[in-house]
């Protein structure tokens, strides 16, 4: 009697796990939303959730305790200190420096699990993540010198690494892989396919003037037309040059204003050119439109969830939408998701999202 009671409460149990993707209903109370700009303004981001434990994507239920008790919390699994962030096929990937490895989110099973490869695919300090057209993913390590490179099941297939690299991020273009480089002080362009370096970017960087030379690159990105965005933490600014390497435009410099840079770290560009800048001493990130114009910033010193703790990186998804959708305003429709990595404070991973009105023209959002 005793062992079927307990088969049944274990059978239960699974039935319960097996139902874990279906979409919860989530409680919105307009009043306690955090939205940017605020109110009287219309409202463009909204934070939307953050994760920093298991249980922050599925809370573990009555018969979860039952079951294990005291032993519950060695089930738990905790993001550490995030960096890098990526989010592809309905899972979110996240360097996690302490670890050393990877946090992965599984949005539609509500699992984290902590991935820490052993043997050839040891990681050390894991600083950023990128992901290629088959769905391999691509780790920069800055202490092991080399990226990473695992199979969409993260089984291990091989590293990069060339006579002087210090990776500190990477992002792939097409057949093109980019990495920044912290000792040469460039990016390092490789051929995905070929597995081999390719060229230099800018070319002749330590050539240029000053105006133009990288001279720390800290974060890269690329977008649709295949122009190139990099921080140069050295220069509190962010470069972006055609493919060719000429100079299409600055954004920031140092300074307390607004439009300028004092820790400028990760960043991101949407479809619509806009570049996204995480700033780690003005703890928030800066929004600048395809001129250069600043058009908004978001986040700020921690005080609640929705504000920033050391924020590292940032990335920007139109494909998984559906696990946030819920958490939206009411009247307002969900256009894209922005997710930035803290490395301090209670909200590891934040995730906002890009909004516009339902009787809005989703084209005119700025």
Request: contains cysteine; proline residues 7%.
């Amino acid at each position: 009697m005793k062992k079927t009671s307990i088969v049944t409460v274990i059978g239960l149990s699974l039935m319960l796990a097996g139902c874990s993707g279906t979409r919860q209903k989530v409680e919105i109370n307009p009043d306690e939303i955090m939205v940017f700009p605020t109110p009287p303004d219309e409202p463009r981001i909204q934070f939307l959730k953050s994760f920093s434990t298991s249980s922050d994507i599925k809370a573990f239920n009555a018969i979860d305790k039952f079951l294990f008790g005291s032993s519950l919390l060695e089930l738990e699994t905790s993001i550490i200190k995030p960096y890098g962030i990526g989010i592809r096929d309905g899972k979110i990937y996240i360097c996690d420096t302490m670890l050393p490895g990877l946090i992965v989110i599984d949005l539609n099973q509500q699992t984290m699990k902590a991935f820490q490869p052993f043997g050839r695919g040891t990681l050390r300090k894991p600083i950023n993540l990128t992901f290629d057209d088959n769905g391999n993913v691509y780790v920069a390590d800055t202490e092991r010198e080399q990226v990473v490179v695992f199979s969409p099941d993260l089984k291990y297939l091989y590293a990069l690494s060339s006579k002087s690299l210090k990776p500190l991020d990477v992002t792939v273009y097409g057949d093109t892989l980019l990495i920044t480089d912290y000792i040469d002080r460039n990016i390092e362009l490789w051929s995905v396919k070929r597995r081999r370096m390719i060229g230099e970017f800018p070319p002749n960087n330590s050539e240029l003037p000053d105006s133009i030379r990288i001279f720390v690159p800290y974060s890269v990105d690329v977008d649709q037309y295949g122009n190139i965005y990099i921080t140069d933490f050295g220069q509190f600014r962010v470069q972006k040059f055609d493919p060719r390497g000429n100079l299409i435009r600055s954004y920031g410099g140092l300074g307390k204003s607004l439009g300028k840079f004092a820790r400028p770290k990760g960043i991101s560009v949407d479809r619509d050119e806009r570049l996204y800048v995480v700033d780690a001493a003005f703890e928030n990130i800066q929004i600048f439109d395809k001129e250069g114009n600043l058009l908004m910033f978001f986040g700020g010193a921690y005080q609640r969830p929705g504000n920033m703790y050391l924020p590292a990186q940032v990335t920007i998804d139109y494909d998984n939408l559906s696990y946030f959708e819920p958490y939206v305003l009411p009247g307002y429709i969900l256009d894209f998701l922005i997710l930035v990595t803290n490395q301090y404070g209670p909200d590891k991973i934040t995730v906002y999202g890009f909004i516009h009105p339902e009787n809005g023209n989703p084209d005119e959002k700025f």
